[in-house]
Antibody, heavy 120, light 110 residues
Framework: EVQLVQSGAEVKKPGESLKISCKGS????????IGWVRQRPGKGLEWMGIIYPGDSNTRYSPSFQGQVTISADKSISTAYLQWSSLKASDTAMYYC?????????????WGKGTTVTVSS | QSVLTQPPSASGTPGQRVTISCSGS????????VNWYQQLPGTAPKLLIYSNNQRPSGVPDRFSGSKSGTSASLAISGLQSEDEADYYCAAWDDSLNVVVFGGGTKLTVL
């Protein structure tokens, strides 16, 4: 079964750092782009950026460039999303997604999400 | 404010056919294919339609998608109570170099 398994919920204080993970299984992890999608409480979906685990080629949405870092370790089929200094506005659900083949950018596999709460 | 425009809500009775619209521009829907996602309450979104009108394996044929110019539509026929969810359209935007989403449409089955 193709799946993305995300790390558990996090509660952090403003200014702290955080790295959440997404482990792929059931498919060739290095052959598909992995992306991250943010959903703030009660709000819609926002695409943050993607990484190609095969060569770590990474692209960011301008809205998130410089705010987060996307990385991957292909040896353990895991992608990461990290912050160096969290803000209250980073409070959200974060989904990792697999982008399907063909250049369409559709997201055919979704993780269950990681809730990040930033509060003093 | 989302780049793609969807109605915030839609509703229908069981068995009815409902459509959800998604309006964009030449840099997104006008030049790229549209994908639709279904988010049931409290769960992660799921791919419903890709490449304008293709259904992934396991998605009932009650769901269909279409695109014309800079707009797209999702149609749900034979509406069922389990279709109550949020629906999002999405497409690549050539100007912004990002995937853009609609704001989402909350479908209520009366």
């Amino acid at each position: 079964e193709v799946q993305l398994v995300q790390s558990g919920a996090e509660v952090k204080k403003p200014g702290e750092s955080l790295k959440i993970s997404c482990k792929g299984s059931g498919y060739s992890f290095t052959s598909y782009w992995i992306g991250w999608v943010r959903q703030r409480p009660g709000k819609g979906l926002e695409w943050m950026g993607i990484i190609y685990p095969g060569d770590s080629n990474t692209r960011y949405s301008p809205s998130f460039q410089g705010q987060v870092t996307i990385s991957a370790d292909k040896s353990i089929s895991t992608a990461y999303l990290q912050w160096s200094s969290l803000k209250a506005s980073d409070t959200a659900m974060y989904y990792c997604v697999r982008h399907g083949l063909g250049g369409n950018y559709y997201m055919d596999v979704w993780g269950k999400g990681t809730t990040v709460t930033v509060s003093s | 404010q989302s780049v793609l425009t969807q109605p915030p809500s839609a509703s229908g009775t069981p068995g009815q056919r409902v459509t959800i619209s998604c309006s964009g521009s030449s840099s997104n829907i006008g030049s790229n294919t549209v994908n639709w996602y279904q988010q049931l309450p409290g769960t992660a979104p799921k791919l419903l339609i890709y490449s304008n009108n293709q259904r992934p394996s396991g998605v009932p044929d009650r769901f269909s998608g279409s695109k014309s110019g800079t707009s797209a539509s999702l149609a749900i026929s034979g509406l069922q109570s389990e279709d109550e969810a949020d629906y999002y359209c999405a497409a690549w935007d050539d100007s912004l170099n990002v995937v853009v989403f609609g704001g989402g449409t909350k479908l209520t089955v009366l």
